[in-house]
């Protein structure tokens, strides 16, 4: 039987291409590849003459690989975003009702974390850390010399990592639905909230019911779908069980071990005010720690998935926060 949720992948790679971007496979370091969508004018290829023209080879899981020949040249008259995915999918189809909205005025990047999509590592580490460093080569690989990172959830925790660790190449964040670190309190007050036994069996569901219920605490309005789409859900999106299980393990440490960074970026939260996962008080809480570099927007009638619950409202908050960063920017 055909799955429907495979078969919907051609169509939505189809329209990524058509919105102006396109998979890439990046050897970070021996044994670590990680796939990109990058823009596609960026892919440049030389010529023994010298010439250029843009390439892309197509592996055969649909990605391409660049050659040593090739290269990336950012566009320097589109500023670069760069959008980072939660944990229960993987970039294009955690951001697709964002990245047409942002290409036109954006350099939009859309990294797919190590075991999501294509991207591995052989490495043992499984830290937030690892999987910011990684961006962070990444896009140095891939030519970007500055960009606004956007990040959800576990993407969030990944992109405030990410801020702290390169702030020559980060310059500003938006987080939406996440928090700085998973400290062993915040997870076990969450997940006793939640009525959940572990990270696991909230963010890792092995069946139906299991699916139902990660998607009834990160929706606000109750969605439907037959439990069909939910079985090819769970078979296409929910592989690497291992790994990702080592992932989460690897993202709790200890109150102990947290420290506030002092971020020189702008940081933006843009959130969905019934989220029931990380509610509108720790949000608050957090925007308090992070100072007053740090600004704070809610949306309403949307919980943790606020990107895909109201899209349109998302999108406008948050290219309101870019034209005004890049306003300041261009005041200096």
Same mark, same amino acid.
């Given at each position: 039987m055909v799955n429907l949720v495979e078969a919907q992948k051609p169509l939505l790679h189809g329209l990524m291409k058509l919105a102006g971007i396109r998979p890439h496979s990046i050897? !970070?370091?021996?044994?670590?590849i990680m796939n990109f969508w990058v823009p596609s004018e960026t892919i440049i290829q030389k010529t023994k003459k010298n010439k250029k023209f843009t390439t892309t080879t197509l592996l055969s899981n649909n990605q391409c690989a660049i050659s040593p020949e090739s290269t990336t040249k950012p566009d320097p008259n589109k500023p670069v975003v760069v959008l980072i995915h939660g944990f229960a999918g993987e970039g294009i189809v955690t &951001?697709?009702?964002?990245i047409g909205a942002l290409t036109k005025k954006y350099s939009?990047?859309?990294?797919?974390?190590?075991?999501?999509g294509g991207s591995v590592t052989d490495s043992s580490d499984r830290s937030p850390g690892f999987q910011a460093e990684c961006l962070g080569k990444g896009l140095r690989k891939l030519g970007v010399e500055n960009?606004?990172?956007?990040?959800?959830s576990y993407g969030g925790m990944v992109a405030f990592k990410m801020a702290e660790m390169f702030p020559d190449l980060v310059e500003a964040l938006v987080v939406s639905g996440s928090i700085l670190a998973m400290t062993d309190s915040i997870s076990t007050t969450t997940l006793n909230g939640l009525g959940f036994s572990s990270s696991s069996e909230l963010l890792l569901p092995t069946s139906v019911k299991g %699916?139902?219920? %990660?998607?009834?605490?990160?929706?606000?309005?109750?969605? &439907?779908? @037959?439990? *069909?789409?939910?079985r090819d859900f769970l078979e296409v999106m929910f592989t690497n069980r291992k790994? *990702?299980?080592e992932l989460l393990e690897g993202l709790v440490v200890s109150n102990k071990?947290?420290? !506030?960074?002092?971020? @020189?970026? *702008? !940081?933006?939260?843009l959130w969905g005010e019934n989220d029931q996962i990380f509610n509108l008080e720790l949000a608050q809480n957090m925007k308090h720690q992070l100072g007053e570099k740090t600004t704070f927007h809610g949306i309403n009638k949307a919980g943790h998935l606020v990107h895909l619950e109201r899209p349109?409202?998302?999108n406008k908050c948050l290219k309101q926060f870019l034209t005004s960063l890049h306003a300041e920017k261009a005041q200096k």
């Open positions: 050897e !970070i370091e021996p044994g670590t &951001w697709q009702f964002q939009v990047y859309v990294p797919d974390l190590l075991f999501f960009c606004v990172v956007v990040g959800f %699916l139902k219920a %990660l998607l009834k605490v990160a929706a606000y309005k109750k969605l &439907w779908f @037959p439990d *069909r789409l939910h790994e *990702r299980g071990d947290t420290t !506030i960074p002092n971020f @020189p970026q *702008r !940081i933006h939260l349109c409202v998302y």
